[in-house]
Every structure is written in structure tokens, then in C-alpha cells.
């Protein structure tokens, strides 16, 4: 196949998968309110076999989807001949990716079923982004992002921003059912999640297993700025608002281990420390200036 023919294939994967995934959106959606019945009491009770087979259908369906979008993620790397994270279209691709991976297996442990649905949405929102108005030709890497360091530094920081995105989606819903639970009790739909216990420690256990790897990211890119540009920090707008994060994800893990925080107080400071994630990588990547702006979209 030539170059051209992997980037056609690349295209047609991703338009593939971001079909699948909207089918598992509705599947999601359907076995979410369908879970709920309506009794003789005018009161809705949940009746979870009813839709079994709908969130089984749903889950694979999810799965096959995360296959061909890797897929694809894969094809535009074959494409360019190179490493698939040139520009902000890469990037989104493959972090739709890692996040798509992180919940399928997250959910080895936990149920995770119930959060297919504001996944899906997620990852819908993110594919569609990046076709629509991301979206670049597959070409070869500009000269200051053909190094080794491409390799080490973005990976480690896409795969850290999977996980850290579903740790924020947990933390969203922790907190959602707290509100909740505060006001009475919770809504028919919303008593198939987890408790409040379960959610808290898991959005801690996401976070504690990757902001390691988050450390190395920065790390490796302070090395791999100094191979580039003779100095490892510059306080670049990315490179300030990386260290930004890793200070709140620090100050997160920090207040659980030593100040005992949990609930409420723990999940908002994860949300805190995952919106400046989102920001360096939407804000900063899009309309920030400094030398990591050199690949364009």
C-alpha cells in the first residue's frame, strides 16, 4: 500500500469508529432509561434485566469501536511514516483512544458500565472535533519534532490524559450523586451506580496510578527541550501550564495520603487539577503562542 492509500484507510477507520461509538451511545442511552419502570404507584423502580442485553450489546459494540479506532490511529502512523502525534488532529485521535482504553480496562475491575454513556458522549465530542475542525493531511514531522523524545514524551503524556480524563468523569459523577443524596436520596436511575465510597477511591486509584507516568512526561520533555533548544525549562505557556497540573494532581494525592481528604473536598480538586489538562491542551495548543505552536493544528 502506498502512503496515500494508509491515509485513506486512516480516514475511513476513524469515520468507522466514530459510527460505532455513536451506535454505542444510543445503546447506552436506551438501557439507561429503559432500566427504570414505571409501577402501578405512579413510582419508578429499577429493573436492570431488562436491559442486560442492551448494555451487553452496547459494551461490545464500545469495544469494537476502540479497536477501529486504533485502527485508524495506527494507519495514519503507517501513513506518515512516522509516529501518529504530529499535530493537534493526532493528538485528539489518539487521546480519544487511550481514554476509550482506560474505561474498557478500568472496567476489568469495576463495574463500569453505567459510565459508558457521558464516555461515549466524550469521545463523540472529541473524534468529532478533530474531523471537523482539526483535521490535516498526514505529511512528515516538521524538523523540531524528529527525535526519539517524540516518542517517549507525548505517549507517556497522552496515556496520562486518558486516565486522567476518566478520573475526572468520576469525580464528576461523585459528585453529582452527592448533591443527590444531600437533597434526600437518589433518583431511581441514578441508584444503579455505585456508592459514594466506591466512586471516591476509585478516582483516587486512577489518579495515583498515572501521575507517575505524568512526571515522566514532563521530565522527558524538560530533556528532550534541552536537546532542541539548549535549555531544559523556558516557562513556555505549555510547559507552565504542564507544571500546573502536576502541582494540583500533587496537591490532590498529597491532601488524600497526608490531610486525610475524600469526598466532596477531593473530587472538586481533582476536577480543578483535570480542567488544566483541558486547558493546556485545548486553549494553549489553539490559540497560545511559545515554541510548542510550531506543528500548527
Same mark, same amino acid.
Given at each position: 500500500m502506498t502512503r496515500a492509500d494508509w #491515509?485513506?484507510?486512516?480516514?475511513?477507520?476513524?469515520?468507522?469508529?466514530?459510527?460505532?461509538? #455513536?451506535?454505542?451511545?444510543? %445503546?447506552?442511552?436506551y438501557e439507561t432509561a429503559f432500566s427504570v419502570k414505571t409501577t402501578d404507584s405512579n413510582r419508578g423502580s429499577l429493573d436492570r434485566s431488562r436491559t442486560l442485553r442492551v448494555s451487553k450489546f452496547a459494551t461490545r459494540i464500545f469495544m469494537i469501536a476502540t479497536f477501529s479506532l486504533a485502527l485508524g490511529v495506527f494507519a495514519r502512523g503507517f501513513s506518515a511514516e512516522r509516529v501518529p502525534w504530529g499535530n493537534m488532529y493526532e493528538f485528539s485521535i489518539t487521546g480519544a483512544l487511550t481514554f476509550s482504553i482506560a474505561f474498557i480496562f478500568a472496567g476489568r475491575k469495576y463495574d463500569l458500565r453505567w459510565l459508558g454513556l457521558p464516555i461515549s458522549i466524550l469521545i463523540l465530542i472529541i473524534l468529532g472535533t478533530a474531523i471537523t475542525l482539526l483535521y490535516r493531511p498526514s505529511a512528515?514531522?516538521?524538523? #523540531?519534532?524528529?527525535?526519539?523524545?517524540?516518542v517517549v514524551h507525548v505517549s507517556a503524556a497522552i496515556i496520562s490524559g486518558g486516565v486522567f480524563l476518566l478520573s475526572n468523569t468520576v469525580a464528576g459523577t461523585y459528585l453529582l450523586l452527592d448533591r443527590m443524596e444531600r437533597k434526600g436520596e437518589r433518583s431511581n436511575w441514578a441508584k444503579r451506580l455505585p456508592t459514594l465510597e466506591t466512586l471516591d477511591q476509585l478516582s483516587y486509584r486512577l489518579v495515583a496510578f498515572v501521575f507517575p507516568l505524568?512526571?515522566?512526561?514532563?521530565?522527558? @520533555?524538560?530533556?528532550? #527541550?534541552? %536537546? %532542541?533548544? !539548549?535549555?531544559?525549562? @523556558?516557562?513556555?505557556p505549555k510547559e507552565t501550564w504542564a507544571f500546573i497540573t502536576w502541582i494540583l494532581y500533587a496537591a490532590y494525592l498529597h491532601a488524600r495520603v497526608t490531610a486525610g481528604w475524600k469526598g466532596r473536598k477531593a473530587a472538586w480538586l481533582c476536577l480543578l487539577a483535570g480542567s488544566t489538562y483541558l486547558f493546556n491542551y485545548v486553549y494553549i495548543n489553539v490559540? !497560545?503562542? !511559545?515554541?510548542?505552536?510550531?506543528? !500548527?493544528?
Amino acid at each position: 500500500m502506498t502512503r496515500a492509500d494508509w #491515509a485513506y484507510l486512516s480516514n475511513d477507520l476513524i469515520y468507522v469508529s466514530l459510527f460505532l461509538f #455513536a451506535i454505542s451511545f444510543f %445503546a447506552f442511552t436506551y438501557e439507561t432509561a429503559f432500566s427504570v419502570k414505571t409501577t402501578d404507584s405512579n413510582r419508578g423502580s429499577l429493573d436492570r434485566s431488562r436491559t442486560l442485553r442492551v448494555s451487553k450489546f452496547a459494551t461490545r459494540i464500545f469495544m469494537i469501536a476502540t479497536f477501529s479506532l486504533a485502527l485508524g490511529v495506527f494507519a495514519r502512523g503507517f501513513s506518515a511514516e512516522r509516529v501518529p502525534w504530529g499535530n493537534m488532529y493526532e493528538f485528539s485521535i489518539t487521546g480519544a483512544l487511550t481514554f476509550s482504553i482506560a474505561f474498557i480496562f478500568a472496567g476489568r475491575k469495576y463495574d463500569l458500565r453505567w459510565l459508558g454513556l457521558p464516555i461515549s458522549i466524550l469521545i463523540l465530542i472529541i473524534l468529532g472535533t478533530a474531523i471537523t475542525l482539526l483535521y490535516r493531511p498526514s505529511a512528515p514531522l516538521v524538523p #523540531a519534532l524528529r527525535s526519539t523524545w517524540l516518542v517517549v514524551h507525548v505517549s507517556a503524556a497522552i496515556i496520562s490524559g486518558g486516565v486522567f480524563l476518566l478520573s475526572n468523569t468520576v469525580a464528576g459523577t461523585y459528585l453529582l450523586l452527592d448533591r443527590m443524596e444531600r437533597k434526600g436520596e437518589r433518583s431511581n436511575w441514578a441508584k444503579r451506580l455505585p456508592t459514594l465510597e466506591t466512586l471516591d477511591q476509585l478516582s483516587y486509584r486512577l489518579v495515583a496510578f498515572v501521575f507517575p507516568l505524568w512526571t515522566f512526561a514532563i521530565i522527558a @520533555g524538560a530533556i528532550w #527541550a534541552e %536537546a %532542541a533548544w !539548549g535549555r531544559y525549562w @523556558g516557562w513556555d505557556p505549555k510547559e507552565t501550564w504542564a507544571f500546573i497540573t502536576w502541582i494540583l494532581y500533587a496537591a490532590y494525592l498529597h491532601a488524600r495520603v497526608t490531610a486525610g481528604w475524600k469526598g466532596r473536598k477531593a473530587a472538586w480538586l481533582c476536577l480543578l487539577a483535570g480542567s488544566t489538562y483541558l486547558f493546556n491542551y485545548v486553549y494553549i495548543n489553539v490559540w !497560545g503562542t !511559545g515554541r510548542h505552536t510550531y506543528s !500548527g493544528l
